[in-house]
């Protein structure tokens, strides 16, 4: 029975999804898919590669540098979020946090990454053979957040964040043959999300991007439909829920280190459920 991961990420609320894939390590769960969004691309990369207690590091200690995520960062180069120093100077083989490469090329599980192509608005799935030692650019192009980041380029094409395009990739995974689904949501699965940031975002992208635009705006519509797909199915069976019964106060760019922990841990509990859920 091939069985799928989905993390559709959320910023700095991934840790919570964090938390539940280093318990998922500790109890020795494997997946034969695992699809990441935007922050889920992180998460799922590391867990793929097994390096329990990775991401927790990026969320409570990196993420609080300036040249990580910062007014300066924005005001030099357009974007808030230095991709290239999370997902180069950070990861890259001799970086300060290096990510296993190898490892993860060694796992039989499958991989993508979902990025939006800034141009068309269509989703774009990355494989494991876009990923390399020092080049995780799919990471870089799912977590490119409209407005907050330039679109990322990845062969002359501007990509942003994948949650534009499929935000809550269920289907795709059911497409790509899986019987079952683990979905990792970042906040509380009947928490439906609203567009009035995503409106504000769009209107300052749509002279340049106009199809992302689009896809912003009906970002939270697309979100909420994938829940209730999700859902429907978790209620056959098929699909387990893992999200928080609230975000202890963090949202997408939250810095909060004690917040943080008690998302982090209360993904470590929750993680709990997916072991019983595939031993079913």
Known sequence: MKTGLVDVGGGLRGIYAAGVLDRCLDDGVCF?????????????????????????????????????????????????????????????????????????????????????DARTGLPRYFGKGDVGPGKLDPMKASSALPFLCRPYVIDGVPYYDGALADPVPVAKAFDLGCERVVLLLTRPKLTMRTSARDDRFAARIRGEFPAAAERLRRRARSYNSGVELAMELEAR????????????????????????????????????????????
């Open 32 to 116: 034969d898919l695992a699809i990441g969004v935007s922050a889920g691309s992180a998460n799922v990369g590391a867990f793929l590669a097994g390096q329990r207690g990775r991401n927790y590091r990026f969320y409570t200690e990196y993420a609080f540098r300036k040249e990580y995520m910062s007014v300066r960062n924005f005001l030099k180069t357009r974007s808030l979020i230095d991709l290239d120093y999370v997902y180069g100077s950070l990861c890259a083989p001799g970086g300060e946090d290096p990510f296993d490469c190898e490892a993860f090329q060694n796992n039989p599980a499958d991989c993508l990454v979902v990025a939006t």
């Open 237 to 280: 069976g098929r699909v387990l829920i893992v999200a928080p019964d609230d975000t202890c106060g963090v949202d997408t760019l939250t810095r909060d280190r004690e917040a943080l922990r008690r998302l982090y841990e209360k993904g470590l509990a929750d993680g709990g459920a997916v072991a019983r859920f595939l031993a079913r």
